[in-house]
């Protein structure tokens, strides 16, 4: 098992200076959070947002052609769209007596 300094070499060497990436990915939380339809967004809407803006940072300060994280913003944008295709789905229709 890795120690931590040896985690956070790794992830540095992947994603850059957190101190830049997280300068980043805040400025585009702000913008999100100051945008006139923040607040009408649903939990899961909001969340994924935020982590793709992460995920977006991620890139800017590091290797933008890692794949996982492209991977992972198809996932979180997946998992709202699954959830808003299922509240769309009509209601079963009651059984007869």
């Known amino acids: 098992m890795s120690s931590i300094n040896d985690t956070l070499t790794e992830r540095g060497g992947r994603y850059g200076a957190f101190i830049d990436n997280a300068k980043i990915a805040q400025d585009l ?14 939990p899961d809407q909001a969340e994924a947002l935020e982590v793709i803006a992460s995920k977006i940072s991620r890139m800017l300060t590091g290797d933008p052609q890692y794949r996982d994280n492209w991977h992972d ?16 789905k009509p209601a079963p229709k009651a059984a007869r007596r």
């Open 73 to 88: 913003i198809v996932g979180y944008a997946k998992l709202v769209d699954d959830r808003m295709a299922e509240a769309e």
């Open 29 to 42: 939380k702000a913008i999100m959070y100051n945008s006139p339809k923040w607040a009408e967004l649903a």
